[in-house]
């Protein structure tokens, strides 16, 4: 056939050797991003530090690093048995800091997480099926998003604080599992709007209705297609939403509705929140540590983040 | 048009309701893309479909797989409705219809492998067999290499990606294909090949097309019958020869006037219509002829009674108060 | 124009009427009146807790709650506003100074940022990819990293503690409007008073809008009209105030109407850690004391300015875009 000839000399047009993804590609991208390179490299080595905190750690959370029958022990500057001080009740910073950053990262992660997850769907199925369901997901959005940001946490805060199945479910506010809760019911609003955008301009892409004429069902179309092609805001959702957990325990912390530091445990909020007096007696050391964990995280994620945009962003060429 | 007709439009309207945004309030306005169409596709026939942007052809094409939900009217496929199915039968019914889009960087997912995008209808419908060695059949069917099947579409030209398209289209064996504007955002060069493979495979397949075309000279060749639309109605329906030589709607004759011909002693003797003005708002259609603001043929009439689509000649239908029957070699340089 | 701006006027009621009853109902809930009066004056006789729930008709029960949100919203209507749970004071003198506080703390921080972060932006955008576009980016992400308290508490570290301790003096105080004690008023200190939480909300708001601005004006720069301003032979200075600044400043202006809008809200996080008496530490003591009667009205002014800033930021894009027509 005369039309074969054709389309084989078409076909052999342009092709490379090896086959690159859109995934690939972007991740290709991702590491001309020199600080975000870097910032995965500072992050990696910070998580392993504070997952290896059995062995990293110098002391116990609640430890004091002598007894205070060998003299004073409290608000000592950095030394040799302690490099980043010791605080009030004598006990080592430096493991504090790698016990408050453990577990502000798994509020981060584990917020991040649920308000990804709830947030895409939310986002995707309101952006597909439009309507009431639609309208309804941005008026709720725009009312709390409306709101001082601080001010709509703690008010919901207490509300659900009130309710006693949710307390008896996700525990007391000032629990860990109650704040990941409460960030998460928070943070998917932004996640849905971000993909709630992105699937109406997909939308208007034909590939999303040739699946439809294919016969596939709204399940299959938002999981095979419209969330795969949302991969980069979702990254980037998801590096905010662990920044903004964290910040916002510690910022709680801060006003005294974080953890409860009775419990023994620590936060990096708790870790700032005790600074607060302790910076205006000159005691910098039980400030700076704790902030330069949370700047390192604050700084490396919005570098990743920064580095995903750029890398998933279409005006880079590649998708075409 | 008989009964046996493989497919059958009837009295097809499409209106959109669209919103002006201002601020949070919103004004609701209605346009009339597709304003009470009819006409049928044989069993391996090609109807064309040709108007301007705005004309309301991508709509009837989306109708026909009730891609979008019709207003009002059937759209029977093998004598049964589409419109009104319930969701399952429209799911087995697309087995045997299917489309081929526009714009081939849009109409393929980046995040699927060429492969994956072809099997995609076999999964879909849990066809039997071994998918991998249907793929590959399937882009030699369309003159890719099977080798092709784990590339990525970015790393295809825009000619190929309409293959894959089309590969994509026929995975099911369907009996009836709506091809939206399939070459238009082609190169020259390129069209001819694909417009070749579609009649090819239409000869093997024993398939049915429904051929949406802004211009004439696309669909001229490989259409049996061609459909001229203005404005959501149809105002021509001819077979394809015919309509070239004798044209009798104003408005197809314009079109047909804007196809250059390759002879320059033809091209500079012959009489040229052109149009001038813009095509009205769907919104806000003229009363009576809808091609009336711009038909050098206008008179009272055309703006009080609206035309209705009548026999001129055997499978000729014009809808004008004014229908010219005379063929277009016989017709003065100046009107 | 004005037509269009009625009948968004007009919606703002029903806006206002069914936000504040679904506050109401979120703050009966998670503050519980009834227990927080209870709480703050301790050995309080019957007859003072009755006349408490009366005043603030904390009805139980669904149909409680409306009839309670009605009885508040006609109090709240004809200005006779139930007194505070701490301390039996009036709301509104109280929270006027709290606004009049947080409306000069705010408008001077947005003004700097506003001024300075577009200044950045248009720096930045006229030469992407050189040396001071880098700068003002990574400034930009760098100063949305950092978390206001952060920088809140390193500048109070900084200046007030430090100062002291080398100079034998503070530069800057670390809280209040005024010295306590002081009567009457004194620019000079006020200013030395606002100085640094001005500093720690300018930070964030000069990283957004240099880098809102920069993406906007880059955005135009790039725009095909541009090269067709360019070709026809105007200057480049012309271009750049004519046509580029002119476009690039509408989406920055929603964003600054947005802003000022927020100001009313007052700047929770900074005016609590410099214990600046405000809208923000307003909120934040009548929340710890459960303060149902203060914490209403203090949302009514938020939801109010919200919803007005809206509208205006609404209006003002529609009447800088000659794009956007209004019916």
């Known amino acids: 056939m005369a039309e074969s000839e054709l389309s084989s000399l078409d076909a052999s047009v342009g092709l490379t050797a090896e086959s690159l993804s859109p995934g690939r590609l972007a991740y290709r991208r991702f590491l001309t991003h020199k600080a975000a390179v870097v910032s995965v490299f500072v992050l990696a080595l910070l998580v392993l530090w504070v997952l290896l905190s059995p062995w990293t750690a110098r002391y116990g959370v609640n430890e004091q690093v002598f007894d205070i029958s060998k003299g004073p022990n409290q608000n000592l500057p950095p030394a040799d048995f302690a490099w980043f001080g010791t605080d009030i009740i004598g006990r080592d910073v430096y493991s504090r800091v790698l016990y408050g950053v453990r577990v502000s990262l798994i509020i981060g992660l584990a917020s991040a997480v649920f308000s990804l997850a709830l947030g895409s769907l939310i986002g995707a199925v309101a952006g597909l099926k439009g309507g009431l369901f639609d309208d309804i997901v941005m008026r709720v959005t725009d009312v709390f998003l409306a709101f001082p940001f601080l001010v709509a946490l703690l008010v919901v805060r207490n509300m659900f604080g009130a309710v006693g199945w949710i307390t008896v479910i996700v525990g007391q506010p000032s629990s860990i599992r109650f704040m990941v809760f409460l960030f998460a019911v928070f943070g998917w609003m932004g996640v849905a709007r971000v993909l709630r955008a992105q699937v109406l301009s997909l939308k208007e892409r034909e590939f999303i209705e040739a699946a439809r004429a294919l016969g596939a069902s709204n399940a299959r179309i938002i999981i095979r297609h419209l969330l795969p092609n949302s991969i980069g805001p979702m990254l980037v959702s998801l590096s905010l939403g662990v920044v903004g957990a964290i910040v916002s325990e510690a910022t709680l912390s801060l006003f005294g509705y974080g953890p409860d530091p009775g419990t023994g445990a620590t936060s990096l909020g708790l870790l700032v929140a005790g600074s607060k007096s302790a910076v205006r007696a000159g005691y910098w050391w039980l400030a700076l540590y704790p902030f330069a964990a949370l700047l390192v995280i604050t700084l490396c994620v919005s570098f990743i983040g920064d580095g995903l945009r750029d890398a998933f962003d279409p005006k880079h060429g590649g998708g075409r | 048009m008989s009964a046996d007709q493989l497919l059958q439009v009837s009295s097809l309207v499409k209106e959109f309701k669209v919103k002006t945004v201002t601020g949070i309030r919103s004004v609701d306005q209605t346009v009339h893309a597709v304003s009470g169409v009819s006409f049928g596709v044989g069993s391996g026939e090609t109807l064309g479909l040709v108007g301007e942007s705005g004309s309301g052809k991508s709509t009837i094409g989306r109708c026909v797989l009730r891609l979008i939900e019709p207003t009002s009217g059937t759209v029977r496929f093998r004598g049964r409705d589409l419109v009104g199915m319930r969701k399952e039968e429209l799911r087995a019914l697309r087995r045997e219809m299917q489309i081929v889009f526009q714009d081939p960087y849009a109409s393929l997912d980046p995040r699927l492998t060429v492969g994956s995008a072809i099997s995609e209808p076999l999964d879909i419908h849990r066809t039997p067999g071994d998918h991998g060695a249907k793929v590959a059949e399937l882009l030699e069917l369309v003159g890719l290499s099977p080798d092709h099947a784990s590339r990525f579409p970015h790393e295809f030209s825009g000619g190929q990606r309409q293959r894959i398209g089309i590969a994509r289209a026929l995975a099911l064996r369907p009996k009836f294909l709506v091809l939206d504007e399939p070459v238009s955002a082609l190169d020259v060069s390129i069209q001819a090949g694909v417009i070749n493979l579609l009649q090819d495979l239409q000869n093997e397949m024993g398939l049915s097309y429904l051929f949406i075309a802004h211009d004439l000279s696309v669909v001229r060749h490989i259409s049996d019958r061609i459909a001229v639309m203005y404005l959501g109605k149809i105002v021509e329906v001819a077979p394809s020869e015919e309509l070239h030589a004798v044209p009798a709607h104003p408005y197809t004759e314009a079109l047909l006037s804007a196809v250059p011909e390759p002879d320059p002693v033809v091209e500079r003797q012959r009489h040229r219509m052109i149009l001038t003005g813009d095509v009205p708002s769907p919104i806000n259609p003229p009363s009576g002829c809808r091609f009336r603001t711009r038909c050098p043929k206008a008179a009272e009439i055309c703006a009080a009674e609206e035309p209705v689509l009548t026999t001129i000649s055997e499978g000729h239908e014009v809808a004008c108060h004014f229908p010219d029957s005379t063929p277009v070699s016989l017709r003065g340089t100046r009107s | ?327």
């Open chain 3, 1 to 327: 124009m004005l037509r269009y701006a009625l009948r968004r006027a007009v919606w703002l009621l029903p806006t206002l009427i069914l936000v504040t009853f679904l506050v109401y109902v979120a703050l009966r809930l998670g503050t519980d009146p009834l227990a927080s009066y209870r709480r703050t004056n301790i050995r309080v006789s019957k007859k003072k807790v009755d006349e408490y729930i009366a005043a603030n008709g904390l009805y139980s029960g669904a149909f409680g709650y409306v009839r309670g949100y009605f009885q508040w919203l006609w109090g709240f209507i004809t200005l006779d506003w139930p007194r505070s749970i701490k301390g039996s004071r009036e709301v509104w003198p109280h929270l006027k100074d709290a606004l009049a506080n947080s409306i000069r703390l705010g408008l001077v921080a947005s003004m700097v940022g506003i001024l300075v972060g577009n200044a950045f932006g248009v720096l930045a955008a006229l030469r992407p990819g050189r040396l001071r576009d880098t700068l003002v980016n990574s400034g930009a992400l760098v100063g949305l990293a950092v978390p206001p308290f952060v920088s809140a508490l390193l500048l109070q570290l900084l200046f007030a503690v430090y100062w002291q301790k080398w100079f034998g003096y503070a530069l800057f105080p670390v809280s209040g409007v005024y010295p306590p004690g002081h009567q009457g008023f004194d620019l000079f200190l006020m200013i030395k008073h606002m100085a640094l939480p001005v500093v720690v909300v300018a930070i964030q708001s000069i990283a957004v809008y240099s880098r809102y601005m920069r993406a906007s004006l880059l955005d135009v720069l790039n725009s095909e009209y541009m090269r067709t301003a360019r070709s026809k032979g105007i200057s480049e200075r012309r271009v750049l105030v004519h046509h580029a600044l002119r476009n690039a400043l509408i989406p920055v202006t929603t964003l600054a109407f947005l802003d000022v809008g927020a100001v009313v809200g007052g700047l929770i996080i900074t005016e609590g850690l410099f214990e600046y008496p405000g809208m923000g530490r307003f909120f934040l003591v009548a929340y710890g004391n459960g303060d149902f009667p203060e914490l209403m009205p203090w949302m009514v002014v938020i939801i109010g300015s919200v919803v007005t800033f809206n509208l205006l930021a609404d209006i003002a894009y529609a009447k800088l875009d000659p794009r956007i027509r209004l019916g």
